[in-house]
């Protein structure tokens, strides 16, 4: 061993997610593909669905989790740190200030959820994060943090040659920007009805192209979401690519990816003169941006009329990307960070040939696509069974559905406790499939939390207290057993005992937040 190479094993883990947007390839994929090109680095892709998720949290030299809210990863990382491997949180959106039109904002407005996410930051070996706005809201959880910015990877070639009979706007992203294009629909609709050979393209959701309505259908190209790649195919004719951002906290955490995009496919970047575009986006030179409806017309009007400006600052932009913005070009300075963290937590390290056994044993696994010594753990049978689950369940509330979808997913892993759990939320009597997830998983924080609520459901006070105070001797530091204890206590009457128990979820949660909001 001594004389023998050693290597790395880094596992990026995303919340559930079948659709592969944009924050998957540009905060999983990307990241991963390109470490992977380092000496003796090994990657894997998964999210929380996984079959395999917690093998593979166990066993990773890395653990990066990105905006992750798993409970039953706190006993995880506890056990990471025993054994001196190196878990990373990445926060890649402000949790806290999520809009509230976005699918995500009912979740993460939950207090339980967003101190969970905080709890899971804490508790993790140091902090990345997606932009530096990020790190100065979310720093003071861990002082071992760095910034690793989006970035393309590949980028084309060369830029698409565009349209000389038509002038095509345009703009693609997901529905959390439906107020930034709600405040651009009027003028940009009466610019694109006033001019002859203006063409306005927008690929979205239902509600975003909604917006457009008024515009003639000849002049309209709409489209749907789509795949990554759809969204480069989508650039490619466009002359003038648009980004409005509307000053909020959310935005402000946004990265400059989408100036990227523009770039890389030749559409001239005209971009809200905000935080996210004011380091990168260079007036005039690399793009433009406006700082008032007035100032997006009278940009547009210029770019119209001059070819000539158009070809230079896209030529500029394309050759910023180009030279500053390769995904490969960042890989090592992503790795040194990680090799600064996991020498100073004392990590012993094995060798090359042991994390090839690993990575070859992740690629034997069902849906695992291989690419060099990266290994993308898609979903296969099971966690299809388990997503769609979920989906009818919380989405369409669906449940005789979403049931017999997760006794689908108990027959094709028996051995799994996420199954048994899935099971229990859409089950009239849950305590059957929660006793079956407990033994699966006896150090399943969520197992016991779901099993005192079932009983508390009932009025079985004492089995309910029994399973809140057995959730909370696995990591005696999370606050929320006690907080439901508390509850339990108060609500028959026991209200010393109840403060005692309030008390102590209080000093727990204090870490949670800055002093100020403590």
């Not at 393209?201 to 709409?222: N, Q, Y």
């Amino acid at each position: 061993m001594a004389d023998e190479e050693k290597g790395l094993v880094i596992a990026y883990l995303d919340p559930a997610d079948r659709g592969h947007g944009g924050d998957w390839y540009y905060r999983n994929h990307l990241p991963c593909r390109s470490l992977a090109e380092l000496p003796n680095v090994f990657t894997v892709g998964l999210d929380s669905v996984n079959r395999n998720c917690h093998v593979v949290a166990r066993e990773a030299d890395v653990l990066v989790l990105r905006n992750i809210t798993e409970v039953d990863l706190l006993p995880i990382i506890a056990e990471r740190k025993e054994r001196r491997l190196l878990t990373v949180f990445e926060v890649s959106d402000d949790a806290a200030a999520v809009q509230p039109w976005s699918i995500m904002h009912a979740f993460r407005s939950n207090p339980d959820n967003h101190r969970l996410f905080l709890r899971l930051s804490l508790s993790c070996d140091c902090t990345q994060y997606t932009v530096s706005e990020l790190q100065r809201v979310y720093g003071y959880l861990n002082p071992k943090g760095q910034v690793f910015a989006n970035q393309l990877s590949p980028i084309p070639d060369r830029l698409p040659e565009k349209s000389e009979s038509e002038f095509v706007i345009g703009w693609g992203g997901s529905h959390g920007h439906l107020d930034d294009m709600r405040k651009v629909t009027d003028v940009l609709s009466r610019w694109v009805m006033a001019h002859d050979d203006a063409r306005l393209a927008v690929m979205g959701t239902g509600p975003i192209c909604d917006l457009f309505s008024g515009i003639a259908e000849h002049k309209l190209r709409l489209r749907g979401t789509g795949s990554i790649h759809d969204y480069y195919a989508f650039l490619d004719p466009l002359h003038v690519g648009l980004a409005p951002l509307e000053d909020d906290a959310f935005n402000r955490s946004r990265s400059d990816v989408k100036f990227l995009e523009y770039a890389a496919h030749g559409a001239v970047a005209l971009v809200s003169d905000f935080l996210p575009y004011q380091e990168t986006v260079i007036d005039g030179v690399s793009g433009f941006r406006y700082g008032s409806l007035e100032q997006l017309v009278h940009i547009l009007d210029d770019l119209h009329e001059k070819p000539a400006l158009r070809s230079q600052i896209t030529a500029q932009a394309y050759a910023y990307v180009n030279a500053e913005r390769r995904q490969e070009q960042h890989a090592s300075a992503r790795l040194s960070f990680y090799e600064r963290q996991l020498s100073a937590i004392g990590h012993q390290g094995k060798s090359a040939s042991a994390c090839r056994a690993f990575s070859q044993k992740m690629a034997s696994w069902e849906g695992a696509a291989v690419t060099g010594r990266h290994v993308q753990l898609e979903h296969g049978r099971f966690e299809n069974a388990i997503y769609a689950g979920i989906i009818l369940a919380q989405q369409d509330k669906r449940l005789d559905e979403a049931r017999i979808r997760f006794q689908q997913a108990e027959k094709l892993a028996p051995e799994s406790y996420l199954a048994s759990l899935m099971l229990s939320s859409v089950s009239p009597d849950p305590r059957a499939a929660i006793e079956a997830a407990q033994r699966k998983s006896p150090r399943s924080i969520r197992a016991k939390m779901e099993m005192g609520a079932a009983c508390a459901a009932r009025g079985e006070l004492e089995p309910a207290l029994a399973a809140y105070l057995a959730s909370a001797k696995i990591v005696p530091e999370f606050e929320q057993p006690y907080m439901r204890v508390a509850e339990l206590l108060g609500a028959v009457g026991a209200e010393d005992a109840a403060k005692d128990m309030a008390a102590r979820a209080d000093a727990l949660c204090a870490p949670l937040f800055p002093k100020e909001d403590a």
